[in-house]
């Protein structure tokens, strides 16, 4: 079955470093959409994707979405701990029903 | 406008028992989804549904788990005769559209003794 798959699935950096996570599909995607789980927490929608080669950016954080519509990537400038949780990203399955597939996520710790 | 609401936020169950986790969803919401999440891993799809109908339910089991979302009231998702192996957080996301973002509640977590 469609797979999406992220890496890396944990990553640590010192505040005010970069860091990106990667989402790859083994399909093509009609939208990728990415949220983020704060540890105890829920996740929460960040944004969604939809053309192709399409880019994003919201404050510290860039999303793209590449040119044959199958990855993506999240990349944060100068990292906060207060961006300290798991990012995932989500794609539609390939049966179109609207089935939202996550990846595994990508966990990140900051350290101060 | 209130968001998703789930209950129980946690609920335990010896073995053999019956879990049932509602689903409240955002108001004017007719899309509900079902996500299982294991400690310190991803979000396994279950079921889609919209009202009074089930969309895709590939991910869900097919024994012992069941889902419904009714004209009138919450979604609910039932497990009989729980096994240790369904303890887990159970998150229910709506939204207002298909192929739209998703809302999450703050998930029911499930212990089974």
């Known amino acids: 079955g469609q797979q999406v798959m992220q890496i890396p699935q944990y990553q640590h950096v010192q505040e005010g470093e970069d860091f990106t996570t990667y989402c790859n599909s083994s399909t093509t995607l009609s939208n990728i959409q990415w949220y983020k789980q704060r540890p105890g927490g829920h996740p929460v929608f960040l944004i969604q994707l939809v053309k192709s080669g399409e880019v994003k950016k919201q404050k510290r954080l860039t999303f793209q979405f590449g040119e044959a519509k199958k990855n993506s990537s999240l990349h944060i400038t100068a990292t906060q701990t207060t961006d300290v949780g798991t990012y995932f990203c989500a794609g539609l399955g390939s049966s179109n029903t609207g089935k939202l597939i996550f990846g595994q996520g990508t966990t990140l710790q900051v350290k101060p | 406008n209130a968001g998703v609401m789930q209950n129980p936020r946690h609920l335990v169950r010896r073995r053999g028992q019956e879990a049932r986790l509602r689903c409240s969803p955002m108001k004017g919401h007719s899309h509900v989804y079902w996500y299982r999440q294991l400690p310190e891993e991803g979000l396994k799809f279950m079921v889609y549904?919209?009202?009074?109908?089930?969309?895709?339910e590939s991910g869900m089991p097919k024994e012992r788990f069941s889902a419904e979302f009714p004209k009138e009231g919450p979604s609910i998702l039932r497990i009989q005769q729980v096994v240790r192996g369904d303890s887990a957080a159970y998150f229910c996301a709506s939204s207002p559209r298909s192929f739209g973002e998703l809302f999450f509640g703050e998930g029911s977590r499930l212990t089974v003794l």
């Open positions: 549904l919209q009202k009074e109908n089930i969309i895709d």
